[in-house]
């Protein structure tokens, strides 16, 4: 199913590329510069009608526009590297003109809200924004070698991704992908539910008793194991009790991504973790919710 982020108002599909991905697959970000003022719409119609094999998942424009050029289940060809970008979200951002490479604001602001976006709702991409540049070597070596990069961050650079022939993203995007990383991870710590909160706790006490539903651990543990948890989330305090019955299941509910809860006699609030009374609930009662955000 085509995927789009609620941050484009529309799409302009060129379906160039290397075709399907599993969503679970993206691992990168590559930024690119248009080159050009353009709207997002503008430049998602100059991809379609350029009359060459290339694409791109979003487009950006000065106007802080976006639109999707290729879905994000499919593999854009932006980067001069089909292998990356299969695993990559490319994203063309406008300049403040055709030759003057500066990102205009509402552009990077845009940026930084699809970036948000991406982050929040791909877990393989590691729950932040990390540009390191000391990736650049390990990157023009596996284009060299035609393998897949081994980097510490998931910002890359066409200059790197092409093997140094282009040097987009131009120096101003380069210099801003440090602040445009911080204010992507300050907006990421903010918008975390309590939810969230709890789910990164159990990911990192990660003892093997619970196990992942869409990329994210779900709350299957004995009692000890989610207090533990609820305290590294500073949900509740050491020391201070939580109601869990029977010294079984804490299960999660969060109504704002799942549509159906099965236990739905029980008075669910945007957010809430809710403990079941001594219930077990068993991993296929899990995968059973149904995911709606
Ligand atoms: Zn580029």
Known sequence: MP??????????????GSGYRSPSDIRWIIPHHMV???????????????????????????????????????????????????????????????????IPEMTKET???????LIQRYPSLGGKAVFDPSDASEVMLAKKEGRLPNTKGNI???????????????????????????????????RKTKIDKYMDALAELGD????????????I?????????????????????FHAASGNVGVLADTTRFKKIPWSSN??????IMWSNGHHV?????TSLKVIG
């Open 208 to 219: 093997g008793r619970y196990h992942y539903y869409d990329g994210k651990a779900m709350g």
């Open 221 to 241: 543990g004995c009692s000890e194991y989610t207090r533990l948890a609820l305290v590294k989330a500073g949900i509740i305090k050491e020391g201070e009790t």
């Open 3 to 16: 995927i789009i982020s609620k941050v484009a108002q529309g799409e302009c599909i060129k379906q160039k």
């Open 111 to 117: 940026l930084i809200e699809l970036m948000v976006d």
């Open 156 to 190: 890359l650079l066409h200059k790197w991704t092409s093997g140094g022939t282009t040097s987009c993203p131009g120096q101003d995007m380069i210099d801003n992908l440090p602040a445009i990383c911080a204010e992507v991870n300050r907006r990421l710590e903010a």
């Open 282 to 286: 068993a991993p296929h009662d899990v």
């Open 36 to 102: 050009a003022h353009w709207t997002a719409m503008f430049a998602a119609k100059y991809f379609l009608n350029n009359g060459l094999d290339n694409s791109v998942n979003y487009c950006i424009g000065y106007d802080g526009s976006c639109v999707c050029g290729l879905w994000e289940d499919y593999g854009a060809w932006t980067s001069s590297n089909a292998l990356v970008d299969h695993y990559s979200v490319t994203i063309e951002c406008s300049d403040t003109s055709a030759t003057n490479y500066t």
């Open 267 to 272: 008075n669910l609030e945007r957010g809430d």
